[in-house]
């Protein structure tokens, strides 16, 4: 009688011992797991960081750049004296402006990574995502030198667009990547390209503040393609789909290769997302894709329109003869606090999401056309209200960014994703390139009020 109650009993005993020893393996997969979410989001973070540092130093070195200028030891406390001839009409107006205006810069920044968004959707799944990184860090690390060493304009012209091939072709094969990964590498992937904005403007402003000339500080930055590589290869902990450090075609095995200690990673998501990498979209398909896009995409195009517009059309002109900073100093600033903006508001998705875009495009638009009235009358009294301007302006357009990629994302399904988070990113460049193109006229027109 006793017999079988030991037995009943003895049976939960049992259970609770496999539960035991099973628990420990149970324990370590979920630290691993942990430590590889952790290490994804680092790695994106910096991917975002590396991939758009070029691009803003580009920008935020236009001034320089189109002026030949060399920072002197006296950390050029008065405005250096162009590389111009004295006959010519720049820096005789009001504006104090290049002969050039800085939308040129924009452009050569712009187009070659709009030629890209545009094309790769269509075809870049026929490149390993190993070749893609590569290409990116070189022509990186090759727009540094470029520009360093440049000797005319058309060779510093050169070096930028080999930043903006660089920079688009990583946001577009990155952006493709986090498709792969736990929605927070969008965030991480934001807030990185945020951080570029505002690392990269600060530590130019810093390094040419400190009396180092701009060939020096840009030789200091080519460690930044370094890290990128680094980042990649290194720092990122794929799930068992994702796509491998590689330079060939992925081998089959690796797209099924699995592990008990990272398929946990993406939870319930992991087997739809591991079927999206094996369906070709149809021509048909991905036109349906686009059009769904649309009402995020417009707006989004909008917002950067307007500030860009500002930034690469207004900010030269918004110059401040009285205030205690030369014009290359006041253009930095202004590069600075916009990308500082920009940085806060991309790294704010996890506290405030916003899903009508529109009413960001809205406000940017009433923001460009404020200070654009402000150029042409010139009645703002202080450069200290226009920084604080600015700094709304990268507010508005960050938050712009990091909130469409986070609705396009939750809102495609997961054999569509991959190509959605592609075709989004091209909705900034399209704006950024209209407003290079107007921002020149606009810049001529104003440098010729005298």
């Known amino acids: ?5 030991g037995v009943w009993h003895h049976l939960p005993d049992d259970s609770e011992g496999e539960d035991e020893a099973v628990s420990p393996s149970e324990e370590l997969e979920t630290v691993l797991d942990a430590c590889s979410q952790r290490r994804n989001i680092v790695g994106f973070w910096l991917l975002g960081l590396c991939n758009n540092f070029a691009y803003v130093v580009m920008l935020s070195a236009a001034h320089d750049v189109l002026r030949h200028q060399k920072v002197p030891a006296s950390n050029e406390t008065e405005p250096t004296p162009p590389s111009i001839p004295p006959e010519s009409t720049a820096n005789t107006s009001r504006y104090d402006c290049n002969t050039i205006s800085t939308g040129a810069v924009l452009l050569a920044d712009i ?7 545009f094309s790769a959707p269509f075809c870049i799944h026929l490149f390993p995502y190993g070749l893609r990184v590569a290409i990116c860090v070189i022509t990186a690390w090759g727009s540094f030198l470029l520009v360093a060493f440049s000797t005319s304009t058309a060779q510093s012209i050169t070096g930028v667009v080999l930043a903006s091939i660089s920079s688009g072709l990583g946001e577009i094969t990155f952006l493709a990547l986090t498709s792969f990964f736990n929605s927070a590498v969008v965030s991480a992937w934001s807030s990185g390209t945020g951080g570029a904005g505002l690392i990269g403007a600060l530590s130019y402003l810093g390094l040419t503040e400190a009396g180092l000339s701009p060939q020096h500080t840009l030789l200091i930055m080519t460690i930044v393609p370094v890290i990128m590589q680094a980042s990649y290869s290194f720092v990122l902990s794929p799930p068992p789909q994702a796509p491998r450090c590689s330079w060939g075609v992925q081998p089959q095995t690796s797209l099924h290769a699995s592990s008990s200690t990272q398929q946990p990673l993406l939870g319930v998501k992991s ?4 079927k999206a990498q094996n369906p070709q979209l149809s021509l048909q398909e991905k036109g349906h894709i686009v059009k769904g896009l649309l009402k ?3 707006p ?17 002109l918004l110059y401040f003869h009285k205030a205690p900073f030369s014009h290359p100093q006041q253009y930095r600033w ?7 903006g920009v940085f806060i508001s991309r790294s704010s998705a996890s506290c405030v999401r916003i899903r009508h875009i529109w009413l960001l495009a809205v406000l940017q638009c009433l923001n460009m056309v404020f200070l654009l009235v402000a150029v042409a ?21 960050g938050a712009g960014y990091v909130n469409t990629f986070h609705c396009v994302s939750e809102e ?22 209209l407003s290079g193109a107007i921002a020149i006229p606009v810049h001529k027109y104003f440098c010729h009020l005298h």
């Open 377 to 397: 009358l010139m009645f703002i009294p202080s450069i200290y209200l226009v920084f604080a301007l600015v700094l709304y302006e990268g507010l508005l357009g």
């Open 111 to 117: 187009l070659p990574t709009l030629l890209i968004k």
């Open 334 to 340: 202004y590069q600075m606090l916009y990308q500082a």
């Open 1 to 5: 009688m006793g017999s079988p109650g």
């Open 412 to 433: 495609s399904k997961p054999e569509h994703r991959e190509f959605a988070m592609g075709v989004a990113c091209t909705a900034d460049t399209l704006g950024i390139s």
């Open 296 to 298: 995020y995409l417009i």
């Open 271 to 274: 087997a739809l997302q591991h």
């Open 300 to 316: 989004l195009a909008i917002v950067y329109f307007a500030e860009y517009f500002i930034n690469q059309g207004l900010f030269e």
